[in-house]
């Protein structure tokens, strides 16, 4: 994994120091990449449990990954040759041979060893870290929540998703995280020797943590470990994902706004090298810094806005023709491209992996009964999701405002689908959705373990649909309650079209609900139910009918 936290800044002024390389990719910009760091070390697997302490794997299969890479053995052989000693000169010869053909060996399985770490992640070759995962449970979490367990197996999920591997993870419980540190000093070092047992280059903490918290967690487990939190990887993962060039403004935006406070560690290297003689220098660095990376977020934002101001242009002409528009909005992984594409024919990204989708893409359904309705997939939420992400994307989001109804598709098949669930409806609750119609799809039923039980219990709510999008099953079922829904938003008018204004009846006809058309001289009689905003394009021709 990459951590671009900056990936708009110059390297040469933000990031000097050397263990940093620049890369210039396609999708991205220019980001910075850790240069691998080859060591040999004897690599080992410690588990430890304490009282209050579990260690866990996050996946099964996961530990199946964990590469135990034993020490090269030396070739008898050879060995033997060097030391019965038969002659003296050809030995010392064999053996320095031996040694320089076992440093080579070395040199070329380090390299067979780095190159196969290389992985292909959304068409970019990403370096798979390993990675180390802790959380920390606090005794004040409610029950209803994720538990910790289920938090750690989703962010070995995030992890997996970026492209590190997760060697192994652990928690803590407390009664409030470590100010300094976020866990306990005890914590620090059992993770240290596990640091040292897998040879992690990476270590992820489950919340977010301070900038202080960071950097004393780095200084505590050494060399080149870096520590990183659940923010940093979604935002590396949005990063990675990151296709148009609004999601890409508004990825780097969010980065921007979260390495600010963070930026402090960069530049503590000059006060070492100097030999404290230059005392204060890295802080006058941060402050510039700092005024680099204001101004740089300053810049974003007008792009930003400049980009947004396009799409809403293309938005407006879109809303000429009042086709209703229903959002799908849910938690990760929920299913919603799936669905989209199923309905639509769509050719959206779907996969499962976590964060599929950054940007809203909007398709016509055509129904059976000849009527549509326009289709949005947005992108999907999650837990702790991270407040500069909220921010960046509150734009994208906020248009689902406009919908006539709100889709929450729902994972029915996954253990905590009601946290999940509770996730959407916390963001959706910020982003003022009260007013507009909710309808909930239980989606993945045929993954279900009881499936039958499950669409018993959709249709004693009436608020509920059940569908597997992947099969299809329950897909007509769940286009008429949109129908119905619809209609229920629409309001009924009474309007005399003139002869020369045909399009505005077969427009009535595409997107209304027509009961009766009559003609006479003047025109065509339609009494229907439309879409609130065209009723009021329709404002003149409804008085022509009362006059
Ligand atoms: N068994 C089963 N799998 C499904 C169903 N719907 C979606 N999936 C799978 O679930 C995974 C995630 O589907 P997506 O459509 O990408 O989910 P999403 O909600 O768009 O995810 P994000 O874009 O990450 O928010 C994919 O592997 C799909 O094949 C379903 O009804 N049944
Ligand atoms: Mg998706």
Redesign the pocket.
């Known amino acids: 994994m990459s951590l671009c936290f900056c990936s708009n800044l110059k390297p040469s002024i933000l990031f000097p120091e050397s263990k940093f390389r620049w890369i210039q990719t396609r999708t991205r910009p220019v980001s910075f990449t850790k240069l691998i760091q080859t060591k040999y070390s004897y690599r080992g697997c410690i588990k430890a449990v304490g009282e209050e302490i579990g260690v866990l794997s996050p996946d099964d299969s996961l530990s199946e990954r964990n590469p135990v890479i034993e020490e090269e053995p030396v070739p008898e052989t050879e060995v033997n040759e060097v030391e019965n000693g038969v002659a003296s000169v050809v030995a010392e010869g064999k053996a320095q041979t031996w040694i320089s053909k076992s440093e080579n060996k070395e040199k070329l399985d380090e390299e067979d060893e780095n190159a196969s770490r290389f992985k292909l992640r959304n068409g970019k070759e990403v370096f798979e870290e390993k990675a180390y995962l802790v959380g920390v449970a606090c005794k004040g979490d409610t029950e209803d929540s994720f538990g910790i367990e289920e938090s750690l197996k989703e962010l070995a999920q995030l992890a997996d998703t970026a492209g590190l591997l997760v060697v192994d993870s652990t928690y803590q419980k407390l009664s409030s995280p470590n100010p300094r540190t976020y866990i306990g000093s005890g914590k620090v070092s059992e993770i240290k020797s596990a640091i040292r047992a897998f040879d992690v280059e990476t270590v992820i903490f489950d919340d977010e943590l301070s900038p202080g918290q960071l950097r004393n967690l780095e200084k505590a487990f050494g060399g080149d470990v870096r520590v990183c939190d659940r923010t940093a990887l979604i935002l590396d993962i949005f990063n990675q994902r990151a296709a148009t060039r609004e999601a890409s403004l508004q990825v780097s935006l969010a980065q921007m706004e979260y390495q600010l406070p963070r930026l402090t560690r960069m530049w503590t290297h000059l006060e070492r090298q100097a030999g404290g003689q230059v005392k204060g220098m890295g802080e006058k660095q941060i402050e510039v810094d700092k005024r680099i990376l204001r101004t740089q977020i300053g810049v974003l934002k007008k792009e930003l806005e400049s980009v947004r101001k396009h799409r809403k242009q293309y938005r407006n002409r879109r809303v000429s023709v009042p086709v209703p528009v229903v959002s799908l909005v ?10 989209l ?1 199923q309905l639509t024919g769509a050719d ?10 950054l940007d809203p893409t909007t398709r016509r359904v055509q129904m059976k009964n000849g009527k549509e309705f326009l289709l949005t ?1 947005t ?2 939420f999650i837990q702790k999701l991270p407040t500069t992400l909220v921010a960046a994307f509150r734009a994208t989001l906020e248009e689902i405002a406009e919908s006539s109804i709100l889709v929450h ?1 729902v ?1 029915i ?1 996954h253990p905590l689908a009601e946290q999940q669930i509770e996730a959407v409806e916390k963001v959706l609750s910020e982003l003022d959705t009260s007013s507009i119609p909710k309808l909930m799809l239980w ?5 279900a373990e009881d499936p039958e039980k499950i669409k018993l219990e959709a249709k004693m709510r009436n608020d509920v649909v059940c ?5 299809g099953e329950g897909l007509d079922e769940f286009c008429n309650e949109i129908q119905n829904r619809l209609k229920d938003a629409m309001v009924w008018v009474e309007a005399l079209i003139p002869f020369d204004k045909g399009e505005l009846l077969s427009t009535i006809h595409q997107v209304g609900m027509v009961e009766r058309t009559e003609y006479s001289e003047k025109g065509t009689l339609v009494r229907a139910h439309v879409p609130l905003r065209f009723a009021r394009l329709l404002t003149p021709m409804r008085q022509m009918c009362v006059s």
């Open positions: 849910g938690y990760t992984n929920a299913g919603k491209s799936t669905l594409n959206v990204l779907a996969e499962d992996q976590l964060f599929a989708t997939d992108v999907g598709v994972d098949s989606n993945k039923v045929d993954k569908v597997s999008a992947l099969t």
